[in-house]
C-alpha cells in the first residue's frame, strides 16, 4: 500500500515516518513544498495560487500510483472538500482525523496548536466537528509559543517541554490533542498523564488506511 505525504515543513516528516512504524505493510512518498507554509505566512491566509501548488502535489502523487494521500499541513484542513474534488483517491486530513476520533470519545477537550498560522484552521476543525460529529463538543485551543521554532532548530527537548507546559494548562479535560504533526515529539512526557492524549500522525494514518481498504 502507497501512501503519499505532502508537507508544508520538514518537521512533519519525521512525526510520520515515527507513526508509520505501526503499519508495516505501507510504504511513504513525501512530497514537500515549503513555499506553501511561507505563502501562508506573508499572505495570512490560503490564497488560490497556494492552494494551486497543493493541487500539483496531489497530480503528482497520482502519477505514481498511490493508493491514498494524508495532508499533514493543517493549514489546508479548510479546503479538504474542495481538493477531494481534484482526486479520486481516498484524502485524509490529519488534523480532521485526529478531532474526529476525539468528538467521538470526548466532550471536553483540550488542544494544543504549535505552528500560529494554524490557528484559525484548528479552530475551524473544531467547529466543523462540532456541526457534524458531536454538538455538545467543547474544545479549548492553547498556543505553545516557541515550540515549533524550537522544533525546526532541531531543540527537541525545548520543543517537548513547552508542549507538556501547555497541556498542563488545561483544566477539567476529558482529553488532549497535539493537533500539529510535529508535537508527536513530545509525546513520551505523556506516557503516565492523567488523561489521554491523541496524536494526528498514528489516527489519521489509520484513517486513512481504513478508507483505502474499503474503496
Not at 501512501?3 to 512518498?29: C, G, H, R, W
Amino acid at each position: 500500500m502507497k501512501i503519499a505525504v505532502m508537507n508544508a515543513t520538514k518537521v512533519s516528516i519525521a512525526p510520520v515516518d515515527q507513526a508509520a512504524k505501526a503499519y508495516p505493510d505501507i510504504e511513504l512518498f513525501h512530497f514537500m513544498d515549503e513555499g506553501m507554509s511561507w505563502l501562508g505566512k506573508q499572505e495570512g491566509r490560503i490564497s488560490g495560487r497556494n492552494l494551486s501548488r497543493m493541487v500539483s502535489l496531489i497530480h503528482s502523487a497520482e502519477e505514481l500510483g498511490v493508493d491514498g494521500i494524508l495532508l499533514s499541513c493543517t493549514i489546508f484542513s479548510p479546503f479538504i472538500d474542495e481538493l477531494r474534488l481534484c482526486t479520486d483517491l481516498p484524502l485524509v486530513a490529519a488534523d480532521i482525523g485526529v478531532f474526529e476520533k476525539a468528538a467521538k470519545l470526548y466532550r471536553k477537550v483540550g488542544a494544543i496548536v504549535s505552528f500560529a498560522p494554524t490557528l484559525e484552521s484548528v479552530a475551524w476543525v473544531a467547529d466543523r466537528c462540532k456541526r457534524q460529529v458531536r454538538p455538545d463538543y467543547d474544545v479549548e485551543i492553547k498556543f505553545a509559543k516557541g515550540a515549533f521554532e524550537a522544533a525546526a532548530a532541531g531543540n527537541v527537548e525545548e520543543h517537548n517541554r513547552i508542549i507538556y507546559e501547555t497541556a498542563e494548562q488545561f483544566q477539567d479535560k476529558e482529553a488532549i490533542i497535539l493537533s500539529q504533526m510535529s508535537q508527536i515529539r513530545a509525546l513520551p512526557l505523556f506516557q503516565d498523564y492523567r488523561v489521554p492524549v491523541l496524536t494526528s500522525p498514528s489516527v489519521s494514518l489509520g484513517l486513512l488506511i481504513e478508507e483505502i481498504k474499503g474503496k
